[in-house]
């Protein structure tokens, strides 16, 4: 028989942290770190967006003490960003990027690491998803995504170990859907998945150096992005745990923890934040017993 589902209260799962409302505690004192995709895009007429992976991973970071390099293709975003920054006392300063532009982020990265004063911390945001089911799928639209999710996470890394101090991180964001193919969006998955394998071969590439490489792979996120993967697929979060989506905030915690000396001995691996999802983890699901 089937089991009647549960009814959950989103605010048991959700405290001062999953709304980015603690003050720092000094872990990222004196690094020095760039977040690519620190930016974020306008709210929608009418509607309050709520802050994305990128700004609330760079507005930690200043918490936390670093001076951060804001990097994004939109120069208002990234702007944006270092305002908030500045309001709460930190430093950061904005670069404008296109990442497709592969030539264009070897010298960008070397310039956020002369103008920080070296560097200690690399964060990879800047992702797409055009959600293109596999029979829509064209060769220019695969090579657009892979040049934006995977080529520049590999390009923006491999410059990054040149000027990189000794002791360094850093963090590629992947996704959920690197482990799951029920999206139908081919593409993103695919790239995701790779993203996790280049983080791993990062890692073994920074290991002389002591510069760890992990990848973060958000499950079902109330952030931009996330919205608008709702709107292309309104049942997406139908069954998300604890009968809430996660916060921009709750990735950034992932990334900060990361980025410190806190996970000094933590290399080459793959931290899901998805509440379960991944494995299980569903609200309301129904189940069935033996009669």
């Known amino acids: 028989m089937n089991q009647a589902p549960t009814e959950i209260d989103p605010r048991q799962s959700m405290f001062a942290e999953t709304l980015g409302r603690t003050p720092g505690r000094a872990r990222l004192a004196g690094r020095r770190v760039i977040v690519v995709g620190a930016g974020q895009r306008p709210s929608p007429p009418g509607e309050t967006v709520p802050v994305g992976n990128g700004r609330a991973i760079a507005l930690l970071a200043a918490r936390e003490g670093a001076a951060v390099a804001c990097v994004d293709a939109v120069a208002t975003a990234a702007e944006a960003t270092v305002s908030l920054i500045a309001a709460e006392g930190g430093r950061a300063f904005a670069e404008l990027a296109d990442v497709r532009d592969a030539a264009a982020i070897a ?115 109330d952030t931009p992005m996330g919205r608008d993967a709702t709107r292309r697929r309104p049942s997406r979060a139908a069954a998300v745990p604890f009968g809430r989506q996660g916060t921009g905030w709750e990735v950034g915690h992932a990334c900060i923890f990361l980025l410190s000396h806190e996970s000094s001995y933590v290399n080459a691996h793959a931290l899901v934040v998805d509440g379960g999802l991944g494995v299980g983890v569903w609200r309301n699901r129904p189940t069935s017993d033996a009669a």
């Open 107 to 221: 010298p960008l990265a070397a310039r956020c690491a002369a103008r920080l004063g070296g560097l200690d911390g690399l964060v990879l945001n800047v992702g797409i998803s055009r959600g293109l089911p596999l029979d829509r799928i064209t060769a220019d639209s695969w090579d657009d995504e892979f040049a934006v999710n995977l080529r520049s996470h590999m390009l923006f890394a491999q410059a990054a170990l040149q000027s990189m101090a000794d002791g360094g991180s850093i963090v590629l964001m992947s996704s959920l859907a690197a482990l799951r193919n029920q999206s139908r969006n081919p593409t993103y998955e695919a790239s995701k998945a790779a993203q996790v394998s280049l983080a791993r071969s990062i890692a073994v590439a920074g290991e002389a150096k002591a510069i760890r490489c992990n990848a973060v792979l958000p499950g079902l996120m």
